[in-house]
């Protein structure tokens, strides 16, 4: 008997809201002449077409892809989500 779990929010937000300012935020990070989704592509060992795909949100990104980035851009995960949780947090109050 196998046990699949799937997380669907974190934080009791969606998803595509952390992952697609995760993107944006390792954006930041890259020289201007380096394209985020061949980056991507690279790390996570993906297509162009499903970097693209989870740059857009429209794909959600997997625990293990998130924790590939974290450690290749030496980003807090914890520290990240809870800067959004309070970003969106402020602006709702």
Not at 53 to 82: C, H, T, W
Request: overall charge negative.
């Amino acid at each position: 008997m196998g046990l699949s779990v799937t997380f669907t929010k974190i934080n009791s937000m969606e998803p595509t809201g952390i992952q697609v300012a995760l993107f944006l935020h390792i954006k930041t990070l890259l020289p201007e002449h380096v394209a985020l989704v061949d980056t991507i592509a690279d790390i996570l060992d993906i297509s162009n077409d499903s970097a693209y795909r989870r740059i857009r949100g429209e794909k959600p990104i997997s625990l293990e892809e998130m924790q590939k980035l974290a450690v290749q851009y030496k980003i807090s995960l914890d520290q990240f989500m809870n800067l959004q949780s309070d970003a969106l947090s402020s602006a709702a109050g």
